[in-house]
T-cell receptor, first 112, second 115 residues
Framework: GQNIDQPTEMTATEGAIVQINCTYQ??????LFWYQQHAGEAPTFLSY????GLEEKGRFSSFLSRSKGYSYLLLKELQMKDSASYLC?????????????FGTGTLLAVQP | EAGVTQFPSHSVIEKGQTVTLRCDPI?????LYWYRRVMGKEIKFLLH????????ESGMPNNRFLAERTGGTYSTLKVQPAELEDSGVYFC?????????????FGPGTRLLVL
């Protein structure tokens, strides 16, 4: 079967670092995406990992371990605007389709 | 460059009525996807178009849902007749045709409420 697990909610302080974990089980793994979604808005692409290791992009980094079925999103120097839902999504290849399998999302609240 | 757009942003209809949702993908994106998020649940895949062809419609809930993409540009998703459990947010996403790992860019969604 397919299963994506991530914490439902997290709270962090402005200026701090927060790590959002995601574990997955799926067949046809073809990479893992992280999206940011503010309430009422479109999910916005943050990062993509297909090989093991860390991908860094400014204040955001994402890590993948395929053997462990594990990823995390690291947010540094937190800002109030980072308060949002963070969606972990596994790209699953089947036929000619790359469908995304989503977790339920982690709602991050950044406090002053 | 314009992003993925969806219309309407909100729709409130009564059970048994018909609703048609529209998605305009990013220009040049051959891949178009529909997803749905029911309250309290994760976003789930509905179907995938490559140009005007349905590549995978394994996520479509039942035959009350009909998706089209005539001409390979915009797509419509019609629900007829709508049921209470169809309420949720319907997202559209598009990706560049090159490669199989193209990032999917999402629209803001259509919030459907069936009363």
């Amino acid at each position: 079967g397919q299963n994506i697990d991530q914490p439902t909610e997290m709270t962090a302080t402005e200026g701090a670092i927060v790590q959002i974990n995601c574990t997955y089980q799926t067949s046809g793994f073809n990479g893992l995406f992280w999206y940011q979604q503010h309430a009422g808005e479109a999910p916005t692409f943050l990062s993509y990992n297909v090989l093991d290791g860390l991908e860094e992009k400014g204040r955001f980094s994402s890590f993948l371990s395929r053997s462990k079925g594990y990823s995390y999103l690291l947010l540094k120097e937190l800002q109030m605007k980072d308060s949002a839902s963070y969606l972990c999504a596994v790209s699953r290849y089947g036929g000619a389709t790359n469908k995304l399998i989503f977790g339920t999302g982690t709602l991050l609240a950044v406090q002053p | 460059e314009a992003g993925v757009t969806q219309f309407p942003s909100h729709s409130v209809i009564e059970k048994g009525q018909t609703v048609t949702l529209r998605c305009d993908p990013i220009s040049g994106h051959d891949n178009l996807y529909w997803y749905r998020r029911v309250m309290g649940k994760e976003i789930k895949f509905l179907l995938h178009f490559v140009k005007e062809s349905k590549q995978d419609e394994s996520g479509m809930p039942n035959n009350r849902f009909l998706a089209e993409r005539t001409g390979g540009t915009y797509s419509t998703l019609k629900v007829q007749p709508a049921e209470l459990e169809d309420s949720g947010v319907y997202f559209c996403a598009s990706s560049h045709p090159q490669g199989t790992t193209g990032t999917q860019y999402f629209g803001p969604g259509t919030r459907l409420l069936v009363l």
